[in-house]
């Protein structure tokens, strides 16, 4: 189980601090702990009181922490004091595991919650210790001195703020005016851009912390930055979407029904949801886990190709999905798609199952079309160039019949695992040719 810890403030209100950090690490599938630097009484009109936590308190909450569990990234947000800016800093320069910085400076209803004398220990000595800082506008425009209004200022005060002494500079662009919100990363004196149409609201209380706490988790997975940052960008948007009217005042972003707001991922989720609640889809699946994919109309590249950010797993006779859906995140079933897509553009979806005699016989007596190819026989020079194994094989497989093929299977290598692929134009298709499957087991096969 992947493992992270944020220290931060309270919020009574779960829109933002500690409640919302550890909400959203159960989203995303890791385990969350938490330490208290400040308890706050505020609800979504703002913040009317602040207590700090003794510095005594937040170092043993610290040490209770470290000295059992073994945390795969650090979140740091409300820190409120010096003194507790110290402490923390005397604990974590020992250890070496990915720390994000979340600049919290105001709520945005207006309240100091980091103390004016505690700005300048936070600036030389938290922000050095940073691998990843992640400012809002306003809290870019104060580490850099300057005025921030278009995404090349934001790109400018990245490289300020990197000089400072963090690894790596996220600028979040909610609070630059236009039609579209951009999010700058500097990363290695490079600039990468993030950019999503402007969600219109109200008023919001808690989508930076849900950020910097979305970016926590997917680092924690080992994610590269840029790919961590995406999937963190894609959650913030999403749960933006589908804000709630939690109280009289502003809206709380919704971090438990994460429905994609893009269309096509909405649609992969949905399908994702009922293989979830399906008995006997842990059944199909195989030592290497599932995954579910749906290609973009004119899919170039893996990048254009949904799935889930991870695998589907076996819980029993249950699947489960290790984490949400998006693009780029898979390469074998991606791949198979993007291959026969080169003849039947219409079929973007498929699945990958695990091969079982039984299984294609089922799949003959439902009519399926069905196709295969033999991995032993792949050319020399395939087997050796890195992602062409399933470009081949979809290749042979299409050119032996005559028709869209709804199943293509191998049984499988040395070291290749046998594999049925079921094909179909949409994630629902591709789930109800899968029910079929089970359905026809279950009434004709006491055991699979």
């Known amino acids: 189980m992947t493992k992270v810890i944020t220290i931060s403030g309270s919020d009574t209100s779960s829109g933002a601090g500690i409640q919302a950090d550890l909400r959203i690490f159960s989203t995303l599938h890791v385990y969350g702990t938490s330490v208290v630097t400040a308890l706050t009484a505020q609800n979504t009109f703002g913040v009317s009181k602040i207590r700090t936590v003794e510095s005594g308190m937040v170092r043993a909450q610290i040490n209770a922490i470290f000295n059992d569990i073994d945390i795969d990234a650090i979140k740091i947000g409300m820190v409120y004091t010096e003194k507790i ?8 320069k020992f250890v070496n595991i990915p720390l994000i910085l979340d600049p919290i400076f105001k709520a945005g209803t207006g309240a100091t919650l980091l103390r004016n004398d505690a700005y300048t220990s936070f600036v030389k000595i938290l922000v050095p210790m940073a691998d990843i800082i992640t400012p809002n506008l306003m809290e870019a425009e104060k580490l850099a001195n300057m005025k921030i209004h278009t995404v090349d200022e934001a790109k400018i005060a990245a490289k300020k703020i990197s000089s400072l002494g963090a690894k790596n500079v996220v600028v979040k662009g909610g609070h630059i005016q236009g039609k579209y919100s951009t999010d700058i990363l500097y990363n290695n004196k490079k600039f990468f851009e993030f950019t999503n149409e402007r969600i219109e609201n109200e008023g919001l209380h808690g989508a930076g912390c849900s950020f910097s706490a979305a970016l926590t988790a997917e680092i924690a997975k080992r994610k590269n930055i840029v790919d961590a940052i995406k999937r963190a960008n894609e959650f913030v948007n999403t749960s933006i979407v589908n804000s709630l009217k939690i109280g009289k005042g502003v809206n709380i972003p919704n ?14 989720y949905k399908a994702v949801r009922m293989i979830e609640d399906t008995d006997g889809f842990g059944t199909l699946i195989p030592e290497s886990q599932s995954n579910i994919v749906y290609a973009k109309t004119n899919a170039k590249s893996i990048d254009d190709i949904a799935a889930v950010c991870g695998r589907i797993v076996k819980i029993g006779r249950k699947a489960k999905a290790s984490s ?3 693009f780029g995140v898979s390469k074998h079933v991606a791949s198979a798609i993007l291959e026969i897509m080169q003849y039947h553009k ?4 498929a699945i990958n199952i695990k091969y079982d005699k039984k299984i294609i016989m089922i799949c003959k007596n439902l009519g399926l079309k069905i196709s295969n190819y033999d991995r032993e026989k ?14 081949w094989g979809i290749k042979k497989a299409t050119s032996k019949i005559n028709t ?15 594999m049925i692929l079921v094909f179909g134009r949409n994630p629902s298709e591709v789930y109800s040719k899968i029910m079929s499957i089970i359905k026809y087991k279950n009434l004709n096969y006491n055991e699979f």
């Open 378 to 391: 792949e050319p020399i020079e395939v087997k050796s160039n890195e992602g062409m194994s399933v470009k």
């Open 324 to 326: 949400s859906v998006g």
């Open 255 to 268: 971090f438990e029904l994460i429905i994609p707001a893009n269309n096509l991922l909405a649609s992969l």
């Open 346 to 349: 219409s079929i973007r979806s």
């Open 85 to 92: 800016i110290h402490v923390i800093a005397n604990i974590l």
């Open 404 to 418: 869209i093929p709804d199943v293509i299977y191998h049984l499988g290598d040395w070291g290749k695992e046998p």
